[in-house]
């Protein structure tokens, strides 16, 4: 959730008169469709959340692994919430050629050693690792943060030894910023910065 006294800075669309974007917005790439998380996703997320493979990226070490289906129901909580707080959140990505979920795509905010950022994240379905999809997905998420939710700046951060994930945020030209700890854990932290537009001639 968003830390007290930290702002968000919504930008609206020229065609917008309220206030922050509320509404669900669906993600659309050559292969995926990205869903607002919804209560329709919950067996999707426990065995996502569940999976060893998985949390072990996620809630290494002491933060005790898979999580129970309890556990799942409360991440998909937050996860709606910060879509009604905030006009974005996580999505479920949907395979348009099988129509299987792989996995999900996410902007949040965060506080990464006292600073509030937003942060793209990826989680998938181990059967869906190796297929691009989490660039995809998150190339997604990023054009949706930067052109319909109006963000400055968006980062990633995975644990330093998650190669794959790192590889996602080159992929995605995310520049490497610093290391940092973040749940008590080393992780390097990637940046990207809204593109400023081409200069009429």
Do not use: K
């Amino acid at each position: 959730m968003l830390p007290t006294g930290v702002t968000f800075p919504y930008r609206r669309h020229e065609n917008q008169t309220g206030g922050p974007l509320h509404r669900l917005t669906n993600l659309e790439t050559e292969r995926l469709v990205g869903e607002p998380v919804e209560e329709r996703h919950r067996a999707a997320a426990i065995e996502l959340f569940g999976d060893p493979r998985v949390a072990a990226w996620i809630w290494p070490g002491e933060f005790d692994g898979p999580r129970s289906e309890a556990q799942a129901d409360e991440i998909l909580e937050r996860f709606r919430a910060h879509w009604a707080d905030h006009g974005f959140g996580w999505w479920w990505l949907r395979e348009r050629a099988t129509d299987e979920l792989v996995g999900e795509v996410g902007l949040q905010w965060t506080t990464i050693e006292g600073a509030a950022m937003v942060e793209v994240g990826w989680t998938l379905f181990p059967r869906s690792w190796g297929h691009g999809f989490a660039t995809e997905g998150a190339r997604a998420a990023l054009e949706f943060g930067f052109e319909g939710a109006g963000l400055e700046s968006i980062v990633a951060l995975t644990l330093e030894e998650n190669h794959a994930s790192r590889r996602v945020m080159e992929r995605l030209a995310m520049v490497f910023e610093r290391p940092c700890i973040h749940a008590g854990f080393p992780h390097v932290l990637y940046r990207c910065e809204r593109q400023p537009p081409p200069i009429a001639v």
